[in-house]
């Protein structure tokens, strides 16, 4: 059984999931049920990056302690993610001890490597990304990543000796291109590197909220820098056991904005470890709603709960696929929602498998005959899409064979045929619904399953996409999406 291991980010908790969050999430968890349904042995992993001055400053704003508050939030995301229908396995807190205690063990080979030498860092700190920022990067005194302000910070530290490792680094780049996904993302990345990589300030002096630093508790450890580490410390490490299976991580899903963390500071930190590099890190594109960038400010964050609430689960995940090639950016509004759940999921999807039940049930021939429209599928190329995490793509073939088959049931006109030619038409159109029910399996998983019923056919996997014979009992059940009126 092949093994599969992809992550999502793990979220700061200062604050609770939106759509951004829910996006990437829902994708890693699309990726993951189609690897399970190839069979594959898979771990998927979310969770929450609970220390540094962001979270410490949203409890304080809250007059709280920051572990009862993180303690508290975490409840909510774990809560919205059980309400999207999100399979993770596990869910790591960078606060719980099995994390806590395994990032000295991290440090130490660091300095085993002659890595780490204390120092003074002097330079800009953006709280609200939790990075270190210099005079030249700073665009118009600000933070050039999210524009907000940023603090002059003078303070002693500790040190990684990133630069040491630019040239390892192309070399990683060199061998490995899909390493940096999707590759139009990668010169950026490359160009950064090939100019020259600084030291990384490992530490923050009077920081409460962290780990300290072993050997030198005025020190915390750089949140990010022990964030990274939730990737391996869920599976167990340093211990052998799960890390063995599953380590290196097949993908890091990821924001295109904390690409860089991931796709320079994590493999040199374990370069100097001694530690398999991860096989792929994706960065994912960004929405905006109705045309601007979401932000508490303007009033638009999208809350992911709310809006599934209203629309339904499977059509907010399938919005969220369906609408934009994963890496790139896109446009939330309802009214692109409401035009996918009416044009596409009432319409081609729920329609098909509305009108073949009902002629299904009508039937009492035998369903049989020869397999035709299945020349419309191709199930390799989709799951070649699946693997190259092109899962808009995916879902653009999914969708043109509803369509086939909606075009098939208008072609050969069924309610005018009875008998062997009837059972026939019936045969593809019943075998089709079947495939299709599995293949929106990852991305609708309710939806697939209210299929599978109304089609009397048990759970299958990417082995079954293609027609046999058909052994369900089809009867018909209610509308499988129902149309949103204005
Ligand atoms: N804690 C770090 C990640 C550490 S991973 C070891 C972090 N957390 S975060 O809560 O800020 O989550 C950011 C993630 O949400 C990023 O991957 C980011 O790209 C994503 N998004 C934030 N706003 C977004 C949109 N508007 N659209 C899509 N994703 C966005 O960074």
Wanted: glycine fraction near 10%.
């Amino acid at each position: 059984m092949a093994k599969f291991y992809i992550t999502t980010p793990l979220y700061y908790l200062n604050g609770n999931p939106h759509i951004g969050h829910a996006s990437a999430t829902i994708a890693a968890d699309v990726i993951s049920r189609w690897h399970r349904m190839r069979g594959d042995d898979v771990f998927f992993v979310t969770g929450s990056d609970e220390h540094g001055e962001k979270n410490q400053k949203a409890a304080e704003q809250l007059k709280k302690d920051p572990q009862a508050y993180v303690d508290g939030l975490v409840e909510t995301w774990k809560k919205a993610w059980g309400s999207l229908d999100i399979s993770y396995d596990d869910f790591i807190r960078t606060s719980e001890k099995r994390h806590e205690a395994a990032v000295p063990d991290f440090l130490a080979r660091l300095k085993k490597a002659g890595d780490i030498y204390k120092g003074f860092y002097e330079g800009w700190y953006c709280v609200h990304d939790e990075t270190f920022i210099t005079d030249t990067q700073l665009r118009d005194g600000k933070c050039p990543e999210c524009g907000r302000a940023v603090t002059r910070v003078k303070e002693e530290s500790y040190f990684f000796k990133l630069g040491r490792y630019q040239d390892l680094l192309l070399g990683l780049y060199a061998k490995n291109p899909s390493f940096l996904s999707p590759s139009y993302r990668a010169d950026e990345v490359k160009n950064r590197v090939r100019g020259g990589l600084k030291d990384l300030s490992i530490t923050r002096p009077s920081l409460v909220w962290g780990i300290p630093f072993p050997g030198d508790s005025k020190h915390t450890v750089y949140v990010w820098v022990e964030a990274l580490l939730g990737y391996m410390t869920v599976l167990g490490w340093p211990g052998k056991g799960r890390f063995g299976e599953f380590w290196p991580a097949d993908v890091h899903l990821v924001g295109k904005e904390i690409n860089w963390f991931h796709t320079v500071i994590w493999p040199a930190m374990l370069m100097s470890a001694d530690i398999p590099i991860p096989r792929k890190v994706f960065a994912h594109g960004w929405w905006t709603v109705d045309g601007k960038k979401m932000s508490k400010s303007v009033g638009n964050v999208i809350d992911p709960i709310k809006i599934s609430k209203a629309y339904g689960v499977d059509a907010f995940r399938y919005f969220l696929i369906r609408e934009k090639p994963l890496g790139e950016d896109g446009d939330f509004s309802e009214a692109a929602l409401k035009a996918r759940i009416n044009g596409e999921l009432v319409a081609d999807l729920g329609n098909l498998v509305y009108r073949v039940l009902s002629l299904a049930e009508r039937f009492d021939g035998n369903i049989e005959g020869t397999p035709e429209l299945d020349k419309h599928l191709d199930i390799k190329r989709i799951d070649a899409l699946m693997l190259e995490l092109d899962l808009f793509g995916a879902l653009n073939e999914i969708w043109a064979f509803v369509r086939e088959a909606n075009r098939y049931v208008n072609e050969k006109e069924p309610w005018k045929l009875q008998g062997d030619a009837l059972g026939n038409v019936l045969y593809n159109l019943l075998e089709a619904c079947r495939v299709i029910s599995i293949m929106i399996g990852p991305f609708m998983p309710s939806t697939s399953a209210k299929m599978r019923s109304q089609l009397g056919v048990g759970q299958g996997y990417l082995k079954d996409c293609r027609f046999g014979k058909f052994d369900g009992k089809p009867k018909k059940g209610s509308y499988l999406f129902t149309k949103i009126e204005n």
